[in-house]
């Protein structure tokens, strides 16, 4: 057999820009990003053909300490994916990414059966400090754990990618490719549509609100000549927070729409007509019913 395939997980606490490596790995943007932790929920897994091998990377969501029911259901949908991984990347950046942030996830990763996957580290965002700090960091994660290997990368510029990449290919298994070669996620168009629209929203909102709305498809319809409609609806948590979901006057959901519409057609290669709505469910973030009805899968 001339082929290899495998899947990398890609973990590590909110925020130290798994998101952002995973859209850089497979060369199109797949997850959204913000400046926001927490900002991916769902194991997102996204597809690279290289040559022979095939490479499905799961972006999973930043492990933490679980409050809500989603919360939990974000936890546990990161550690699910290691059940499968033939590698595992434990990313952390220089600025949050000490050792005793990451000790909690470094001792699970050690309880692995000795040959179920290899462990890397990949030390983000190297552009932020000099290398004196980045031979610190990896010295103290080094002596903490045994890691197949080390990269320092900056997922945003693109440096040290190509390696990671190379090394990702020359460590998988043989085997048959589990995806067709033009397909580039698992996930289907209209969940990530509504993490597009989700993106849009938390770049324009602060505070709690990012934390307690969710997106969730109402109507998708095929038109003629090319176009779709799209209804999606906007879930918070509070009467307060769906004003200011809407805005003064509708401005802030308007514009969402607008910057949802461009990147939602972008991916599609259609012309889209999005229309928004929001509903106020109180507590839907402790809603396991809920939750399993949006996608999220059973606590």
């Given at each position: 057999?001339?082929?290899?395939?495998?899947?990398?997980a890609?973990?590590?606490?909110?925020n130290?820009?798994?998101?952002?490596?995973?859209?850089r790995l497979?060369?199109?943007?797949l997850?959204?990003?913000?400046?926001k932790?927490?900002?991916t929920?769902?194991?997102?897994?996204?597809?690279q053909?290289?040559?022979?091998?095939?490479?499905a990377f799961v972006?999973?969501?930043?492990?933490?300490?679980?409050?809500?029911?989603?919360?939990q259901?974000?936890v546990?949908?990161?550690?699910?994916?290691?059940?499968?991984?033939d590698?595992?990347?434990?990313?952390?950046?220089?600025?949050?990414?000490?050792?005793?942030?990451?000790?909690?996830?470094?001792?699970?990763?050690?309880?692995?059966?000795?040959?179920?996957?290899k462990?890397i580290?990949?030390?983000?965002?190297?552009?932020?400090?000099?290398?004196?700090?980045?031979l610190?960091l990896v010295d103290?994660?080094s002596?903490?754990?045994d890691?197949?290997?080390?990269f320092?990368?900056s997922?945003?510029?693109?440096?040290?990618?190509?390696d990671?990449?190379?090394?990702?290919?020359?460590?998988?298994?043989?085997?048959?490719?589990?995806?067709?070669?033009?397909?580039i996620?698992?996930?289907s168009?209209?969940?990530l549509?509504?993490d597009?629209?989700?993106e849009?929203?938390l770049?324009?909102l602060?505070?709690?609100?990012?934390?307690?709305l969710?997106?969730?498809t109402?109507?998708?319809?095929?038109?003629?000549n090319?176009?779709?409609?799209?209804d999606?609806?906007?879930?918070?948590a509070?009467?307060g927070?769906?004003?200011?979901?809407?805005?003064?006057?509708?401005?802030c959901i308007?514009?969402?729409?607008i910057?949802a519409?461009?990147?939602?057609?972008?991916?599609?290669g259609?012309k889209?007509?999005?229309?928004?709505?929001?509903?106020v469910?109180?507590?839907w973030?402790?809603?396991?019913?809920?939750?399993?009805?949006?996608g999220?899968?059973?606590?």
């Amino acid at each position: 057999m001339n082929t290899n395939f495998g899947y990398v997980a890609l973990m590590g606490e909110p925020n130290v820009g798994k998101s952002t490596l995973l859209n850089r790995l497979v060369g199109t943007k797949l997850a959204i990003v913000t400046h926001k932790a927490q900002t991916t929920r769902t194991n997102l897994i996204g597809i690279q053909n290289r040559e022979g091998t095939q490479i499905a990377f799961v972006d999973t969501p930043g492990i933490f300490n679980p409050k809500t029911k989603l919360d939990q259901v974000m936890v546990k949908s990161a550690w699910g994916s290691i059940k499968y991984a033939d590698i595992i990347s434990l990313m952390v950046q220089p600025k949050s990414g000490k050792l005793e942030e990451n000790e909690g996830i470094i001792k699970r990763l050690k309880q692995l059966e000795k040959d179920q996957a290899k462990i890397i580290l990949i030390v983000n965002k190297i552009d932020l400090v000099n290398p004196s700090e980045l031979l610190k960091l990896v010295d103290a994660f080094s002596k903490r754990m045994d890691f197949a290997k080390v990269f320092l990368i900056s997922a945003k510029k693109g440096d040290g990618i190509e390696d990671l990449i190379e090394w990702y290919s020359d460590n998988l298994p043989k085997g048959p490719w589990l995806f067709p070669p033009d397909q580039i996620s698992s996930q289907s168009v209209q969940s990530l549509a509504c993490d597009i629209t989700r993106e849009k929203l938390l770049l324009r909102l602060h505070q709690e609100i990012p934390y307690n709305l969710g997106v969730e498809t109402d109507q998708w319809k095929e038109m003629k000549n090319n176009e779709v409609r799209i209804d999606q609806n906007i879930v918070v948590a509070r009467d307060g927070h769906k004003a200011m979901v809407i805005g003064a006057s509708g401005s802030c959901i308007k514009q969402v729409g607008i910057d949802a519409r461009k990147d939602i057609s972008k991916l599609l290669g259609q012309k889209v007509h999005l229309f928004l709505r929001v509903t106020v469910r109180k507590k839907w973030m402790d809603d396991e019913k809920r939750l399993r009805e949006m996608g999220f899968g059973q606590p």
